[in-house]
């Protein structure tokens, strides 16, 4: 391992199971070698492997099953990974996504802010529902720099089965984390109601996340409006 001298030698093992795991020597849900044979192919303690591995499974790039290792995490995303479920059933059903529309807008200055662009830079807006047995339980719009998702294509993302953030790694070579999720109670607005079927002003679970990639520039922004009137929402921390 090439060793750089102002990096700590956990963060250099980060990088160095990451460019595996990009250059596909691990694929999805593959197990990675013990963290011993880690530590002898990169020269670093069993330590040190250690907690460059909890960093990891820390930004869903990693999971682990207990007693059994450490696998790769996959590609779904936050909303495709979380379960509906009513209070009573501990399994719940994960949704499923019908692609609404993607479409070119351009940012104001709040989202420019957000997402380190210049005021007026061209977005894509992707807007998705979420089903479970049928009936709609949410509705989630992503906002994505053009500039670093050059010719998104409605068709591509529908092979992908709404999966953006599969998208986002294989087309463009972009690496999403999770990010942090903020959650707040919410009155459905005109746009909101209409699309989830609901009454102007009934009550929502609202979730808004910043996801970057791995250099840590922001490149999603998403906001969703779940119906929890029936069935609770519980994310997810792997695929």
């Known amino acids: 391992m090439k060793k750089l001298a102002a990096q700590p030698l956990y963060k250099q093992v980060i990088r160095e199971v990451m460019a595996a795991v990009e250059a596909g020597e691990w694929q999805e849900d593959e197990s990675l070698p013990s963290e011993v044979e880690l530590g002898q ?10 907690k460059a591995l909890d960093a990891l499974v820390a930004e ?18 936050f909303l495709m990974r979380g379960r509906f479920a009513l209070l009573t059933d501990p399994k719940g059903e994960v949704p499923k996504i019908e692609l609404l529309g993607c479409v070119k807008i351009h ?13 007026g830079a061209a977005l894509w807006q992707v807007r998705r529902l979420l089903r479970v047995a049928g009936q709609i339980v949410g509705l989630e719009e992503l906002l994505l720099p053009e500039a670093n998702f050059p010719e998104l294509e409605m068709r591509r993302i529908r092979e992908l ?13 972009v690496r999403l984390q999770d990010g942090e ?25 609202q979730l808004v996340r910043l996801a970057k990639d791995f250099s840590g520039k922001p490149q ?16 997810s921390v792997s695929a």
Do not use: H
């Not at 207990?66 to 996959?74: D, E, M, S």
């Not at 089965?161 to 070579?173: I, S, T, V, Y």
């Open 60 to 77: 869903s790039v990693l999971y682990r099953r207990q007693g059994v290792g450490t696998f790769v995490a996959g590609m779904s995303d």
């Open 181 to 205: 999720t903020r959650y707040r109670a919410v009155c459905a607005g005109s746009a909101e109601a209409r699309l989830l079927q609901v009454e102007l002003n009934e009550p929502l679970l």
């Open 41 to 50: 192919r990169f020269g670093v303690s069993q330590g040190t492997v250690r």
């Open 161 to 173: 089965k709404g999966n953006l953030r599969e998208l986002c790694w294989r087309d463009f070579g």
């Open 220 to 235: 999603v922004w998403s906001v969703a409006w779940l119906k929890t009137e029936e069935l609770a929402f519980e994310p």
């Open 107 to 119: 940012a104001g200055e709040q989202l420019a802010e957000i997402l380190g662009l210049r005021r």
